[in-house]
């Protein structure tokens, strides 16, 4: 069994408490770590009838990801609703400013809550870490005006912590790369369509299947920014044949890659406001 040191199990036993807390919940649930490791958290503490997974599709999240969020919830033995959201038919989601995480999690929350109210749940959580709350997360202001509930976020838990107590509890998806939605391979600024959106994602796609784990492909237009992991970027020089084909059958016209390697946010560095 995997050890957490005494500082980590603290923060653990607290997100239980949190989470026993609640008295009932609807998880917001993406296949995700954070949100995987809150679903089991919940059905540990609450039991399943008292704990709900929901999983939000829209054009902004692959099929491969909503799929393999299908199938561990199965594993984990989690009831799970599915509900379709609209967030990239919203003008303000659309447009693509650096406040467009917001109107994502109004809309999604928005769709949630009256499910949660159906199920006759006390609170909706999603998995927002310690780790968001020193970065640039607009969305997770439409949380907390809303009352919604971040049981590991509240105990202190952070990325790595997440994961080594997800590695404990035994789910699979422990050292799950981390995935954002594909909106933001699209620098602010620029509008947010379902054509770019799928794009991305057939691009994505088509570099994982050459066994690369963290992938991000930038649309820049006709040009298209690979982001791997650093110590990923030798092999994908190797790889370039197949990649520059698959891409431009993607609709890209040309095909770069990234020295500096995946970082989160990257795109954050493009914006600037109005008048700047």
Known sequence: MIQLDHHDETKLDSARG??????????????????SLLLKLALDELGDGRAVAILASSPAYPEAEQEEARVLAHKLGARLVEVSTSEVELEAYRRNNPDRCFHCKEELFETLEPVQHELGLQY???????????DHRPGHGSAVRRGIRFPLLEAGMGKAEIRAAARRLGLPNWN????????????????????ALRQIETA??????????????????????????????????????????????????????????????SLNRTWKPAGN
């Open 204 to 265: 994505e796609a088509a570099i994982k299947a050459l066994g690369f784990s963290q992938v991000r492909v930038r649309h820049h237009g006709d040009v298209a920014r690979i982001e791997v992991g650093p110590n990923e970027i030798a092999r994908i020089v190797t790889e370039r044949g197949r990649i520059v084909e698959a891409l431009q059958s993607a609709g890209y016209r040309f095909v770069s890659l990234d020295l500096e390697g995946y970082a989160t946010g």
């Open 124 to 134: 909706i959580a999603y998995g927002a870490t310690a780790d968001d709350a020193g």
């Open 18 to 35: 949190i989470v026993r807390d609640l008295t009932s919940v609807l998880v917001a649930y993406s296949g995700g770590v954070d949100s």
């Open 176 to 195: 799950k790369p981390s995935f954002a939605c594909l909106s933001s391979r699209i620098p602010h600024g620029t509008e947010v369509t379902v054509e």
